[in-house]
């Protein structure tokens, strides 16, 4: 267990993250670490009309009806987690704000500036843990931890897949994941060719060096992309090495308020292929 302090997150409005995405990703938390807190917001829909409208379309009773809908989610979102991770000896506490839509992201970037990192599980029936994801990737300065709604309920991290272009965000991943990647049994560093100008077959040399004096011993794997996308790239390689956990730099900007990702960033929030680490 290389971290100390993980925060997870679990969606709850509109919709609630599954109980087997819960499961699964409380129990990679507890393969990253022993000390986990889970926060889910309680949803809040201030109203902003005049007297006549609520009086005539009765929003104020549908807004408040939405808010005990998006609570009683929360709550069981976080009771199940509370019985997992007490199964698993890593609960540490649980946290439910009540905060607008919008500010939900945000808030979680705040609380994980004291946290080691943060896992969120991905929910393809609900793509709201996206935009999450992104706003504690570019606004808390810590790594983010990709939970696939298939995550291992037996979770190890022996085996993690590097991916290196030799970019600033791709060392931060690396320096993020250097407690994982010195306990790790195999390390593996992909190298794509042929996506990106300035890679070429020697590009992960150095980091070889820098890992060995860790006492890491990683092996380089190239891909020649060869015209496809960098996700399906990443699909074919971890089918093939099936990686407990990928480490990758998230490349992007915002653009009033409003993520800009680079397209392997994009791939691994939309469809992650295995666990990810992500860092900037």
């Known amino acids: 267990m290389p971290f100390k302090d993980i925060l997870l997150h679990l969606e709850s409005y509109p919709d609630r993250v599954s109980d087997r995405a819960i ?23 201030p109203l902003k009309t005049n007297r006549l409208a609520d009086f005539a379309l009765r929003l104020g009773d549908l807004a408040r009806a939405e808010e005990a809908r998006g609570a009683g989610q929360a709550d069981a979102a976080l009771d199940r987690f509370e019985v997992q991770a007490k199964l698993l000896g890593v609960y540490g506490g649980r946290l439910q704000p009540k905060l607008e839509v919008f500010e939900a992201g945000d808030h979680l970037a705040m609380l994980a500036r004291t946290r080691d990192l943060c896992v969120v599980p991905a929910s393809p029936q609900n ?4 935009g999450v994801a992104e706003a504690v990737l570019f606004g808390s300065g810590r790594p983010v931890v990709i939970a696939p709604e298939n995550a291992a309920l037996e979770p190890r991290l022996d085996t993690i897949l590097v991916a290196w272009d030799g970019g600033a965000p791709a060392a931060a991943a690396v320096g993020a994941a250097m407690p994982l990647l ?16 300035g890679v ?20 380089v794997q190239t891909f020649d992309a060869a015209g496809a996308t960098i996700g399906s790239v990443f699909s074919h390689v971890t089918e093939r090495v099936r990686p407990d956990l990928m480490v990758m730099g998230a490349f992007g900007h915002s653009r009033a308020r409003q993520f800009v990702l680079g397209g392997a960033t994009r791939a691994v929030l939309e469809s992650p292929p295995t666990p990810v680490l992500l860092a900037r």
């Open 23 to 45: 499961d699964g990703a409380t129990a990679l938390a507890a393969a990253l670490g022993k000390n986990v807190t889970a926060v889910s917001p309680r949803v809040d829909i």
């Open 182 to 197: 010195c306990e790790a049994k195999t390390v593996k560093i992909l190298v794509v060719m042929n996506e990106k100008e």
């Open 200 to 219: 070429d077959a020697h590009l992960a040399d150095d980091l070889l060096r820098h890992l060995g004096l860790y006492g890491v011993a990683a092996e």
């Open 127 to 130: 793509g709201v843990y996206q």
